[in-house]
């Protein structure tokens, strides 16, 4: 992967709380790629974001669309 993309080794460096909970959601999230695809992902990307639940779609400039 290119050296612009972060990478982190454990889940203690993204997650400050329920470390334990996100393991388990880490592996079944792993455990169902491999089911569904025959091989084991070869990373996991993280993308954190927020939903407007109203249903209107923001732009990324801030204004509506």
């Known amino acids: 992967m290119s050296a612009l993309v972060p ?3 454990d889940l ?3 997650y400050t709380l329920d470390i334990d ?3 388990e959601r880490y592996a079944r999230l792993k ?3 491999e089911k569904n695809f025959g091989a084991k992902p ?3 990307a993280r993308a954190p974001g927020r939903v407007n639940i109203i249903g209107e779609h923001i732009d990324y ?3 509506p669309v």
């Open 12 to 14: 203690s460096s993204v």
């Open 42 to 44: 070869e990373f996991i």
């Open 7 to 9: 990478t982190v080794a």
């Open 31 to 33: 455990a169902t790629f």
């Open 61 to 63: 400039c801030g204004f």
């Open 21 to 23: 909970e996100q393991a």
